[in-house]
């Protein structure tokens, strides 16, 4: 069951906000409104429930204000001491979830480049009473911009509330208070919710830190590695395999509306595309073609999927409605045809192909209509990637030895280089379009791919931490 409702007052001196909890309802998700119009907050899921609370009705983006338009040299300052924790039934084990959770929403605003954490020694009171007016002087003088305050209350031996405020130090407003009722487990979670809301409230922009990762880890001699279908936090914690390592696995994608993926595996047929349900571990070769099928991708609803298959030296591009089976091909000739990648809209296609001489970028109509060529710069190039936003296509390119990556204008226009060296590939965007997470080979007989990520302006390269090596990495849309 999903339920909104909206409370409109809350006392900041007294724990009203407490009273004007509503009984806890199974599963069950609370939203905000803002101006008369509901905000999507998050999805939860097992026992996470979120209740928000309107402390007042300016938008967060009125008030503090971070440029994510241009590069990050000046981030917004934010203190989050460690949350309180009240009513604790094991104040130990309660404790350290408080300074976790603070930690990690720490951790996910200062990844983006756009936000910096004031050093927690520079604090004059470590652990405010979020209930209370902050002291806000006290906050100025160091420079803090935004003041993240939260208490853990202890409910039950297994489960907790998790209580936030956000408060704009310079004009002393409050811009979110939010509850999250949960299981105790689940508390990492909640800190990436925390996060993700925190992020949109100051941006304007979805955050993307309630995500998750597939990527292919890989073990063993470089010449014969075993490759296992992984997923993990959008951080680089939690990672699960989804495959045994019996089958070679490549280019897993998400579906962009659910928890699905498509990939290629090398089975005794020869290599064919397999549709997985992360949820329940079912899968199932997609279609019945004669020859071997790879580059599979969804198409924006998570019902088509666009995908290569390899006819007598040449590959065309087919989309498959995944209930009927249905295949429409949509290129022909003795090209290679291949990495489809669709528009948000489903209304076009992206693909590299060979068939003006050299491997380019072109788009063309959903059905196959009018395709053209939007890649000319030096290199060849593959692999296009079309932003969730629309605005962009990222791509690969190859060039003076070298693999690049990059994005272009979806005209091919305005092609900019966001990570180079000896070998990049395997972009994919953040659901926000705001960050590409890609792989980066390192040279030698010990070396092997790795996963890193960089803003879409080229700032904040960061590497994300794996167990092991990774390749082919693919985000997914938000957890329900």
């Given amino acids: 069951m999903i ?8 006392d900041y001196n007294n724990d009203n906000l407490l009273k004007l909890l509503p009984e806890r309802v199974g599963m ?22 979120m209740v928000g609370v309107v402390g007042n009705s300016t938008p967060a983006h009125a008030l503090l204000e971070v440029d994510i338009t241009e590069g990050h040299t000046n981030p917004l300052t934010f203190s989050i001491p460690s949350f309180v924790v009240n009513n604790a039934t094991n104040y130990g084990a309660e404790k350290r979830i408080g300074r976790d959770i603070s930690r990690i929403i720490s951790s996910d605003l200062a990844g983006t480049g756009l936000f910096r954490q004031v050093d927690p020694a520079a604090f004059i009171g470590n652990s405010p009473n979020i209930n209370l007016r902050p002291s806000f002087p006290d906050w100025r003088v160091i420079n803090v911009q935004a003041l993240i305050l939260g208490r ?6 297994s489960t907790m509330r998790v209580e936030i405020r956000l ?7 409050e811009l979110a208070g939010i509850q999250y009722q949960t299981e105790k487990d689940n508390w990492r979670r909640v800190a990436h919710l925390v996060a993700d809301e925190i992020y949109q409230r100051i941006t304007g922009e979805a955050g993307y830190f309630d995500t998750r990762i597939v990527y292919v880890a890989e073990t063993g001699p470089k010449d014969d590695r075993i490759k296992i279908l992984t997923v993990m936090d959008q951080d680089g914690f939690n990672p699960q395999p989804l495959t045994d390592g019996r089958l070679l696995v490549i280019t897993p994608r998400f579906s962009p ?22 949820a329940t571990g079912h899968q199932e070769i997609v279609g019945d073609f004669p020859g071997m099928t790879f580059a599979p991708r969804f198409m924006p609803d998570g019902e088509h999927v666009v995908m290569s298959v390899e006819d007598d030296g040449s590959s065309d591009i ?6 009927t089976r249905r295949a429409n091909r949509l290129t022909a000739g003795r090209s290679i045809n291949t990495a489809p990648s669709p528009s948000p809209d489903g209304k076009f296609i992206a693909f590299e192909s060979d068939r003006g001489g050299g491997q380019q970028i072109y788009v063309m109509g959903v059905d196959g209509s009018n395709p053209r060529r939007i890649s000319f710069g030096e290199g060849s190039y593959g692999t296009p990637v079309w932003s969730p936003r629309g605005d962009l296509i990222a791509f690969t390119k190859r ?18 280089i966001l990570a180079k060296g000896y070998h990049n590939e395997g972009p994919s965007w953040s659901p926000n379009g705001r960050v590409l997470i890609f792989f980066r080979e390192t040279r ?13 302006t080229g700032q904040n390269l960061r590497q994300l931490p794996a167990p092991t090596f990774a390749s082919d990495p693919s985000w997914s849309p938000p957890a329900p």
């Fill in 399 to 416: 060039s003076k030895g070298q693999f690049l990556v990059g994005v272009m204008e979806v005209d091919g226009t305005g092609e900019r």
């Fill in 318 to 323: 087919y989309i498959m409605d995944l209930e």
């Fill in 257 to 278: 509306v659910d928890q699905e993926l498509v990939y290629m595996a090398y089975g005794p047929n020869g290599p064919r595309v397999y549709l997985l349900d992360v």
């Fill in 152 to 157: 853990v209350v202890s409910e039950t031996a």
């Fill in 167 to 173: 408060w704009d130090v310079f004009t002393g407003q």
């Fill in 3 to 10: 339920k909104t409702v909206t409370i409109h007052s809350a």
């Fill in 28 to 49: 069950v998700l609370w939203g905000m409104h803002q101006h008369g119009v509901s905000v999507f907050l998050s999805a939860m899921a097992g026992m996470i429930v």
């Fill in 444 to 456: 030698g007989e010990n070396g092997g791919p790795e996963l890193w990520t960089v803003d879409v």
